[in-house]
Protein backbone atom coordinates (compact mmCIF):
# COMPACT_ATOMS: atom_id res chain seq x y z
CA UNK A 1 0.00 0.00 0.00
CA UNK A 2 2.21 2.90 -1.09
CA UNK A 3 -0.99 5.79 0.34
CA UNK A 4 0.89 9.07 1.30
CA UNK A 5 -2.25 11.08 1.75
CA UNK A 6 -1.74 11.46 5.88
CA UNK A 7 1.72 13.07 5.42
CA UNK A 8 0.25 16.06 3.74
CA UNK A 9 -3.05 16.34 5.66
CA UNK A 10 -1.56 15.15 8.87
CA UNK A 11 0.21 18.63 8.89
CA UNK A 12 -1.76 21.13 12.23
CA UNK A 13 -4.36 18.91 12.18
CA UNK A 14 -5.51 18.01 15.71
CA UNK A 15 -8.81 15.79 15.93
CA UNK A 16 -7.49 12.79 13.93
CA UNK A 17 -3.88 13.05 16.95
CA UNK A 18 -6.84 13.33 19.44
CA UNK A 19 -8.61 10.14 18.54
CA UNK A 20 -5.52 8.05 18.28
CA UNK A 21 -3.93 9.06 21.30
CA UNK A 22 -6.97 8.83 23.34
CA UNK A 23 -6.83 4.66 21.62
CA UNK A 24 -2.92 4.91 23.18
CA UNK A 25 -3.95 5.85 26.22
CA UNK A 26 -6.73 3.92 26.98
CA UNK A 27 -5.06 0.80 25.48
CA UNK A 28 -1.14 1.02 25.20
CA UNK A 29 -0.93 -1.94 28.27
CA UNK A 30 -2.84 -4.61 26.14
CA UNK A 31 -0.66 -7.29 24.75
CA UNK A 32 1.48 -6.69 21.75
CA UNK A 33 -0.61 -3.30 21.02
CA UNK A 34 0.64 -1.09 18.37
CA UNK A 35 -1.42 1.34 15.94
CA UNK A 36 -0.48 2.46 12.49
CA UNK A 37 -0.92 5.82 11.54
CA UNK A 38 -1.67 6.64 7.93
CA UNK A 39 -1.15 2.95 6.14
CA UNK A 40 -4.29 1.36 5.11
CA UNK A 41 -6.66 3.48 6.59
CA UNK A 42 -6.69 7.15 8.95
CA UNK A 43 -4.94 4.67 11.44
CA UNK A 44 -4.85 1.04 12.46
CA UNK A 45 -4.68 -1.01 15.80
CA UNK A 46 -3.31 -4.78 16.17
CA UNK A 47 -3.43 -6.36 19.86
CA UNK A 48 -3.29 -9.59 21.12
CA UNK A 49 -3.03 -12.84 18.83
CA UNK A 50 -5.75 -11.46 15.73
CA UNK A 51 -7.15 -8.03 16.64
CA UNK A 52 -6.94 -5.88 13.70
CA UNK A 53 -8.68 -2.84 13.78
CA UNK A 54 -9.28 -0.10 10.77
CA UNK A 55 -10.24 2.99 11.75
CA UNK A 56 -11.61 6.49 10.05
CA UNK A 57 -11.34 9.40 11.65
CA UNK A 58 -14.24 12.49 10.04
CA UNK A 59 -14.10 15.30 11.66
CA UNK A 60 -17.12 16.93 9.84
CA UNK A 61 -19.84 19.33 11.10
CA UNK A 62 -22.37 16.44 11.08
CA UNK A 63 -22.31 13.26 9.80
CA UNK A 64 -25.67 10.73 8.44
CA UNK A 65 -25.56 7.44 7.45
CA UNK A 66 -26.87 8.74 4.01
CA UNK A 67 -23.30 10.41 3.88
CA UNK A 68 -21.77 7.43 4.94
CA UNK A 69 -22.89 5.92 2.09
CA UNK A 70 -22.59 8.54 -0.81
CA UNK A 71 -19.88 8.39 -3.55
CA UNK A 72 -18.55 11.43 -4.89
CA UNK A 73 -16.51 12.09 -8.40
CA UNK A 74 -16.10 8.30 -8.41
CA UNK A 75 -14.67 7.40 -5.49
CA UNK A 76 -16.06 5.04 -3.04
CA UNK A 77 -18.15 6.01 -0.23
CA UNK A 78 -16.86 6.10 3.65
CA UNK A 79 -18.07 2.89 4.20
CA UNK A 80 -17.32 1.56 1.03
CA UNK A 81 -13.63 2.83 1.55
CA UNK A 82 -13.73 1.69 5.34
CA UNK A 83 -14.49 -1.87 4.74
CA UNK A 84 -12.28 -2.52 1.77
CA UNK A 85 -9.48 -3.55 3.62
CA UNK A 86 -8.79 -6.99 5.94
CA UNK A 87 -10.63 -9.58 6.35
CA UNK A 88 -13.36 -11.38 8.22
CA UNK A 89 -12.41 -11.33 11.35
CA UNK A 90 -11.09 -7.39 10.87
CA UNK A 91 -13.08 -4.92 13.02
CA UNK A 92 -14.23 -1.02 11.51
CA UNK A 93 -14.59 1.71 13.46
CA UNK A 94 -15.71 5.56 11.90
CA UNK A 95 -14.85 8.16 14.51
CA UNK A 96 -16.69 11.27 14.53
CA UNK A 97 -17.86 13.94 16.95
CA UNK A 98 -21.58 14.26 15.77
CA UNK A 99 -23.75 12.14 14.21
CA UNK A 100 -27.66 12.46 12.74
CA UNK A 101 -29.50 11.75 15.92
CA UNK A 102 -31.89 9.96 14.20
CA UNK A 103 -29.53 7.55 12.93
CA UNK A 104 -28.15 7.15 16.57
CA UNK A 105 -31.53 6.63 17.61
CA UNK A 106 -31.66 3.49 15.32
CA UNK A 107 -28.78 2.14 16.27
CA UNK A 108 -27.70 -0.70 19.26
CA UNK A 109 -25.34 1.23 22.16
CA UNK A 110 -22.52 -0.66 22.81
CA UNK A 111 -21.17 0.05 26.44
CA UNK A 112 -18.38 -2.78 26.07
CA UNK A 113 -16.88 -1.50 23.14
CA UNK A 114 -12.99 -2.69 23.25
CA UNK A 115 -10.91 -0.17 21.65
CA UNK A 116 -13.12 3.59 23.10
CA UNK A 117 -15.54 1.80 25.72
CA UNK A 118 -18.77 3.04 23.50
CA UNK A 119 -19.76 2.96 20.52
CA UNK A 120 -22.75 2.08 18.47
CA UNK A 121 -23.34 -0.90 16.27
CA UNK A 122 -25.86 -0.17 13.47
CA UNK A 123 -29.49 -1.90 13.61
CA UNK A 124 -30.36 -4.57 10.60
CA UNK A 125 -32.53 -2.28 8.58
CA UNK A 126 -29.34 0.01 8.50
CA UNK A 127 -27.08 -2.95 7.59
CA UNK A 128 -29.37 -3.51 4.88
CA UNK A 129 -29.11 -0.41 3.84
CA UNK A 130 -24.97 -0.14 3.87
CA UNK A 131 -25.39 -4.02 1.40
CA UNK A 132 -21.99 -5.14 3.03
CA UNK A 133 -21.17 -8.64 4.84
CA UNK A 134 -18.87 -6.73 6.95
CA UNK A 135 -21.36 -4.38 8.23
CA UNK A 136 -21.75 -6.26 11.21
CA UNK A 137 -18.51 -5.70 12.06
CA UNK A 138 -18.30 -1.77 11.76
CA UNK A 139 -18.96 0.51 14.48
CA UNK A 140 -19.53 4.22 14.91
CA UNK A 141 -18.08 6.37 17.52
CA UNK A 142 -18.95 9.28 18.83
CA UNK A 143 -16.38 11.44 20.39
CA UNK A 144 -17.23 14.09 23.63
CA UNK A 145 -14.78 16.23 21.87
CA UNK A 146 -14.28 18.13 18.60
CA UNK A 147 -11.79 19.54 16.69
CA UNK A 148 -10.98 21.99 18.89
CA UNK A 149 -6.96 21.27 20.31
CA UNK A 150 -7.60 23.03 23.58
CA UNK A 151 -11.03 20.93 24.59
CA UNK A 152 -9.41 17.35 23.16
CA UNK A 153 -6.13 17.78 25.37
CA UNK A 154 -8.21 18.64 28.37
CA UNK A 155 -10.79 15.67 27.50
CA UNK A 156 -7.36 13.86 26.96
CA UNK A 157 -6.18 14.85 30.67
CA UNK A 158 -9.43 13.50 32.24
CA UNK A 159 -8.72 10.20 30.30
CA UNK A 160 -5.31 9.75 31.66
CA UNK A 161 -6.21 10.56 35.13
CA UNK A 162 -9.35 7.86 34.66
CA UNK A 163 -6.39 5.36 33.32
CA UNK A 164 -4.59 6.01 37.10
CA UNK A 165 -1.79 8.39 35.25
CA UNK A 166 -0.83 11.35 36.90
CA UNK A 167 -1.41 14.31 35.18
CA UNK A 168 -1.11 16.91 38.82
CA UNK A 169 1.14 19.40 36.49
CA UNK A 170 2.84 17.92 33.63
CA UNK A 171 -0.39 16.25 31.43
CA UNK A 172 0.61 18.53 28.53
CA UNK A 173 4.06 16.94 27.85
CA UNK A 174 1.95 13.47 27.12
CA UNK A 175 0.11 15.43 24.67
CA UNK A 176 2.58 17.05 23.38
CA UNK A 177 4.82 14.19 23.07
CA UNK A 178 1.97 11.84 21.45
CA UNK A 179 0.79 14.27 18.80
CA UNK A 180 4.51 14.74 17.63
CA UNK A 181 5.10 10.97 18.04
CA UNK A 182 1.89 10.64 15.74
CA UNK A 183 2.52 13.24 12.87
CA UNK A 184 6.45 12.23 12.51
CA UNK A 185 4.85 8.20 11.93
CA UNK A 186 2.56 10.03 9.83
CA UNK A 187 4.37 12.00 7.57
CA UNK A 188 6.74 8.93 6.74
CA UNK A 189 6.29 8.34 3.08
CA UNK A 190 5.63 4.10 1.85
CA UNK A 191 7.43 3.44 -1.31
CA UNK A 192 6.78 -0.21 -0.92
CA UNK A 193 5.33 -2.35 1.08
CA UNK A 194 8.06 -3.24 3.40
CA UNK A 195 7.51 0.93 4.97
CA UNK A 196 4.87 0.13 6.40
CA UNK A 197 7.07 -0.18 9.54
CA UNK A 198 7.81 3.67 9.39
CA UNK A 199 4.46 4.08 10.31
CA UNK A 200 4.12 1.86 13.77
CA UNK A 201 4.03 2.91 16.77
CA UNK A 202 4.67 0.21 19.78
CA UNK A 203 3.44 -0.27 23.02
CA UNK A 204 7.19 0.17 23.52
CA UNK A 205 7.52 3.83 22.37
CA UNK A 206 4.32 5.00 23.68
CA UNK A 207 5.16 3.46 27.81
CA UNK A 208 8.34 5.68 27.70
CA UNK A 209 6.44 9.12 26.89
CA UNK A 210 3.74 8.01 29.81
CA UNK A 211 6.39 6.81 32.20
CA UNK A 212 8.52 9.95 31.89
CA UNK A 213 5.64 12.04 32.68
CA UNK A 214 4.84 10.46 35.88
CA UNK A 215 8.73 10.31 36.74
CA UNK A 216 8.74 13.74 36.57
CA UNK A 217 5.67 14.45 38.89
CA UNK A 218 7.20 12.12 41.62
CA UNK A 219 10.46 14.33 41.24
CA UNK A 220 8.19 17.42 41.76
CA UNK A 221 7.01 15.86 44.48
CA UNK A 222 10.45 15.06 46.58
CA UNK A 223 11.86 18.28 44.90
CA UNK A 224 9.29 20.47 46.84
CA UNK A 225 10.60 18.80 50.18
CA UNK A 226 14.10 20.81 50.18
CA UNK A 227 12.20 23.84 49.73
CA UNK A 228 14.77 25.36 47.47
CA UNK A 229 14.06 28.83 45.96
CA UNK A 230 11.86 28.65 42.31
CA UNK A 231 14.57 29.61 40.83
CA UNK A 232 17.19 27.13 41.84
CA UNK A 233 14.16 24.29 41.32
CA UNK A 234 13.92 24.89 37.56
CA UNK A 235 17.87 25.02 37.60
CA UNK A 236 17.66 21.47 39.07
Do not use: W
Amino acid sequence: MTDNGGAIAQKGFNYQNAVISLVAIRNYKKPRFEIYVEADDDFEVLYGTDYHAYIQVKGYKSLSLKKLLTSTKGKPSIIEKSLSSGDELSQYKIVVYKFTEKDLKEMDENFSEELFGKGYMFSENQMQQIENLRSNKLSLILTDFKTESDAASKYLVGEMHAQGISVDKKANLITNELFKLISQKAEREIQCDSDRQLKRISAAELTPIIQKVTSLEIFDVVLSKFEFTEIRNKKI
